[in-house]
């Protein structure tokens, strides 16, 4: 646990990836208390600006960064190695700025549009790991020696990790279902779709996955969640 979230996130001190444990249910838990307490202190307008800060803190930028890279280099019309280069690169261009800044408007605007559910946020952000976790040992890597290569070689198998995750993800939805109705379960289906929308492309564009696609695939994941629960059911 200790390694996964030195890896996934800012906390547990330096130390080798390993995929041992999922901490996307306790990043999400931790994301909608901030914003859950934010909201009994502020507008919801500053509470969701506070909250989707929170996130970026907490994840250390990590995912939000891939989200960057992977527009960059999927969405420019480039050859495969021409994207994989630009994707490793660490400037930022065009595409990957304005799918970054429209991503996080987009996060925003839907956590001003909810009322705050820390169930809701665990369950999404579990569900955006489980999507990742279970891409990166069915799917063929792109990249040797990329930041992600150490989680293939160990762990259980994609079908064992989908279906912890997805249990894991029904229980925590399953405990916002009394206040979000239906928008629960449609928020886990469109977020489902968003980040297999995302790996689906990559695999298209470059053959497999890069860790910066896996965290574009979580992000996109929760984002669309999140949009899904707003909606007006």
């Given at each position: 646990?200790?390694?996964?979230?030195?890896?996934?996130?800012?906390?547990?001190?330096?130390a080798?990836?390993t995929?041992?444990?999922?901490?996307?249910?306790l990043?999400?838990?931790?994301?909608?208390?901030?914003?859950?307490?934010?909201?009994h202190?502020?507008?919801?307008?500053?509470?969701?600006?506070?909250?989707?800060?929170?996130?970026?803190?907490?994840?250390?930028?990590?995912h939000?960064?891939?989200?960057?890279?992977s527009?960059?280099?999927?969405?420019?019309?480039?050859?495969?190695?021409r994207?994989?280069e630009?994707?490793?690169?660490?400037?930022?261009?065009?595409?990957?700025?304005?799918?970054?800044?429209?991503?996080?408007l987009?996060?925003?605007?839907?956590?001003?549009?909810?009322?705050?559910?820390?169930w809701?946020?665990?369950?999404?952000?579990?569900?955006?790991?489980?999507?990742?976790?279970?891409?990166?040992r069915a799917?063929?890597?792109?990249?040797?020696?990329?930041?992600?290569?150490?989680?293939r070689?160990?762990?259980?198998?994609?079908?064992?990790?989908?279906?912890?995750?997805?249990?894991?993800?029904?229980?925590?939805?399953?405990?916002?279902?009394?206040?979000l109705?239906?928008?629960?379960?449609?928020?886990?289906?469109v977020a489902l779709?968003?980040?297999?929308?995302?790996?689906?492309?990559?695999?298209?564009?470059?053959?497999?996955?890069?860790?910066?696609?896996?965290g574009?695939?979580?992000?996109?994941?929760?984002t669309?969640?999140?949009?899904?629960?707003?909606?007006?059911?």
């Open positions: 646990m200790r390694r996964a979230l030195a890896f996934l996130t800012f906390a547990g001190g330096p080798a990836p995929p041992g444990a999922v901490v996307g249910a990043v999400g838990g931790a994301v909608g208390c901030v914003w859950w307490g934010a909201d202190l502020w507008a919801p307008a500053l509470a969701a600006a506070l909250t989707v800060v929170a996130d970026l803190v907490l994840t250390g930028g990590l939000a960064d891939g989200v960057a890279d527009a960059d280099g999927l969405l420019a019309p480039m050859e495969r190695q994207r994989l630009v994707m490793a690169d660490p400037r930022t261009g065009a595409f990957g700025a304005l799918a970054l800044a429209a991503t996080l987009v996060r925003w605007a839907a956590f001003a549009s909810i009322e705050p559910s820390v809701l946020v665990a369950g999404l952000w579990c569900l955006s790991r489980t999507v990742m976790a279970v891409a990166l799917l063929p890597y792109a990249r040797a020696g990329g930041l992600a290569e150490p989680f070689a160990q762990g259980r198998g994609p079908v064992v990790v989908g279906a912890t995750g997805a249990v894991l993800t029904a229980v925590l939805l399953a405990a916002a279902g009394p206040a109705g239906a928008a629960a379960l449609a928020a886990a289906l779709a968003a980040g297999t929308a995302v790996l689906w492309l990559a695999h298209r564009r470059l053959g497999g996955y890069t860790g910066d696609v896996l574009a695939a979580g992000v996109m994941a929760e669309a969640g999140l949009v899904a629960a707003a909606a007006r059911w």
